[in-house]
């Protein structure tokens, strides 16, 4: 049966969103909550088709709600729609905090309600058989995990929004959990993060630059690098071609997975693998692993109209969400203690209302 769907917030993810679900063949209503839209303003070409709602109705008509407001309001809109029993997908990070998580948790867990993350990029094509390579076991254990997000904001990102400029502006708040998540949905969860970071690029009071090691659960190590002041190309959106907004390096990498037997490169997917013993004087195979490209945002939204039909469990649940917040707040507090060792709390145990 087609859906209702409704969107908090049309900004830059929520315009993407109602896009997908004009075309969609599953959504027959598509409803936009908006405080600029409400106050009358001109609604964009692409957001004709779909209707202006009532904020205090549509948590109760819509069949699922997806999130896209500033993060400081997730919480209070994902509680109204738990309140209401509707199914949510909230726009990462899941809150601004780590009690603010918790608490859509804990309600969703009491209602029973489903709450789906949107942490898009594990509906890639090139993650998730990135995925598969090191679930099968060919790489061997992991012994080393690398990545990179290093890119260049113009000055016109920080003109238009002098707040980026300020603390909780800079890229570990706003970039980082994109690709801690990948992190652990690749290697597994983190249990201890270090980090140091710079503003020496920029002058700015908020970092430019910030350099983290990883311990994760399995015994592997991470390093991973951040700046939003180089210019370079080994970042997720320049490297996977999947949002064409951005110039695109087909030839460089942003993630590597080293295991005893094997390694591979993402997005590239060059794999290598050893031949008899491993050993750095011996020859490996080399090749590059076929994978389906697919836009993850539509992969994402099928996936929610799946959990709004009750077909299917979020993919990235909320207890997810909070992980990855949790480590960008680790790898906050220990750029602020001078890149002292911060343990990562294990995941909240599932309830009985939500085990599986």
């Known amino acids: 049966m087609p859906a209702h769907i409704a969107v908090i917030g049309a900004g830059l993810i929520g315009r993407q969103h109602i896009a997908r679900l004009l075309a969609h063949e599953r959504v027959d209503r598509v409803t936009v909550i908006d405080p600029v839209l409400a106050s009358g303003a001109a609604v964009p070409p692409e957001l004709e088709g779909a209707h202006l709602g009532d904020p205090e109705r549509v948590y109760a008509e819509a069949d699922g709600v997806i999130i896209a407001t500033p993060n400081v309001l997730h919480t209070d809109v994902a509680l109204r729609a738990v309140a209401a029993g509707t199914p949510a997908l909230v726009e990462k990070p899941l809150a601004d905090t780590e009690e603010e998580a918790l608490r859509i948790i804990e309600a969703a867990d009491r209602a029973g309600v489903p709450i789906l993350v949107g942490h898009h990029r594990r509906y890639s094509g090139v993650l998730r058989t990135a995925r598969q390579i090191v679930e099968s076991g060919e790489l061997g254990p992991l012994v080393a995990v690398t990545g990179s997000a290093l890119f260049s904001k113009p ?103 080293a295991g005893r037997l094997g390694s591979l490169s993402v997005p590239t997917l060059r794999r290598s693998r050893a031949v008899g013993e491993a050993s750095w004087w011996r020859q490996a195979e080399r090749d590059v692993v076929p994978f389906a490209a697919v836009d993850p945002l539509t992969e994402q939204l099928n996936h929610f109209l799946d959990v709004v039909d009750g077909a299917a469990a979020p993919l990235v649940t909320a207890r997810d969400g909070l992980q990855s917040l949790r480590l960008v707040l680790a790898a906050r507090r220990s750029a602020a203690a001078g890149g002292a060792p911060i343990t990562v709390p294990a995941p909240p145990a599932l309830t009985a209302s939500t085990a599986p």
Do not use: K
């Open 155 to 257: 000055a016109s990102y920080f003109e238009e929004a002098p707040w980026r400029r300020e603390e909780g502006g800079g890229p570990l708040l706003i970039n980082l959990v994109h690709d801690v998540d990948a992190m652990r949905y690749l290697a597994g969860e983190v249990v201890r993060v270090r980090c140091v970071a710079s503003s020496q690029a920029r002058g700015f009071e908020v970092e430019d630059t910030a350099a983290l090691t990883l311990e994760f659960a399995s015994g592997a190590l991470g390093t991973f690098i951040l700046s939003d002041a180089a210019s370079s190309f080994r970042s997720w959106e320049q490297t996977s071609g999947e949002n064409p907004s951005y110039d695109r390096a087909e030839d460089e990498d942003c993630y590597h997975l």
